[in-house]
């Protein structure tokens, strides 16, 4: 079951970086489309609580307000996601959130408390100085693709962290399970989401759209990849919990670090990504540098 559990984690999320990729090289609207993809997720997980597939939470309404900072970061931290994956290849994406391990233990110290032990800081060393390296020789470099990656690593990072600060709050009959939990954060980042990516891009969306569909696009297709891309990008994470709850954490970390390497390989091969070779080095540096902090 673990196996299977890895298995299907990989493929979806191999799905949902493909097709968000191509969605985002026909219609570059990268905070609309993670807005949607969010707002995918609800259209998931509304019918599993409706329907008793999975017992929905049972929240107090000071619960769900301890829930909101939470939900809010989850949505701003897939704004800035899909903006860096529009800004540059999904390849270099996934080299700088290898950093994110290094904003984990920053967060941890400042929320929980939660200190780790220097030789295990040690190991963050060669992730940043492989990102640093693959960053100055990445032949798609830009600023705003990285700066976008690294706000994705704190959202995400923070995300993380505070979900295990607020649940430490919450009753064991309130029915939050981390696939629930996801549910409860994926309707609130939702609500955060859309308001900003209509402040952002509502202005250009439908004469982007018009080229879009000029060019040769089908609006049915165009609908198609972005449901395919949403409903994957909440599934990969439903999946991951799952896989996090079978295995240890430490076995969930290099499983996670294997991922990133599946992406850079998709990037490659899907894309045709250019690296050279020190920006190969770099993230070969960098991925093993998460490979060491995670055993």
């Known amino acids: 079951m673990v196996l299977f559990y890895f298995g299907v984690w990989y493929v979806i999320n191999v799905a949902y970086n493909y097709t968000n ?14 807005a949607a993809q969010i707002g995918a997720g609800i259209l998931y997980i509304t019918p599993v609580w409706l329907l008793g597939i999975r017992a929905p939470p049972k929240l107090e309404t000071k619960e769900l307000l301890a829930l909101v900072p939470v939900g809010m970061i989850h949505g701003v931290g897939q704004l800035v996601t899909v903006l860096s994956l529009q800004a540059g290849s999904i390849s270099f994406v996934n080299v700088v959130k290898s950093l994110e391990p290094f904003f984990n233990v920053i967060f941890a110290m400042i929320f929980m408390h ?18 640093g390296i693959a960053s100055s020789a990445d032949m ?22 505070l979900s295990k600060v607020t649940m430490k709050a919450i009753r064991p009959e309130s029915n939050l399970g981390p696939a629930n939990l ?42 198609k990849t972005i449901a395919i891309s949403g409903l994957s990008f909440y599934m990969y994470n439903e999946v991951s919990m799952l ?8 076995t969930h970390a290099v499983g996670n670090t294997i991922k990133r390497v599946i992406l850079i390989l998709l990037s ?6 250019q690296m050279t070779n020190l920006s190969a080095i770099g993230s070969t540096i960098a991925i093993i540098g998460v490979f060491m902090y995670s055993i």
Do not use: H
């Open 21 to 34: 990729k191509k969605a985002l090289q026909v219609l570059p609207l990268p905070c609309l489309m993670a």
């Open 114 to 131: 939660d200190y780790v032990p220097l030789p295990v800081l040690l190991t963050l060393v060669p992730v940043v100085v492989g990102v």
């Open 140 to 161: 798609e470099f830009t600023w705003l693709c990285f700066a976008c990656a690294m706000g994705s690593n704190v959202f995400f990072s923070l995300r993380g962290v």
């Open 182 to 223: 996801f549910g409860v954060l994926t309707i609130i980042g939702f609500l955060t989401s859309l308001p900003l990516a209509l402040w952002m891009e509502g202005g250009t969306a439908q004469a982007q759209w018009d080229r879009t569909v000029a060019a040769g696009q089908t609006p049915t297709a165009l609908a």
């Open 243 to 250: 896989a996090l709850d079978a295995v240890d954490p430490v």
């Open 268 to 273: 490659v091969v899907a894309f045709g990504t």
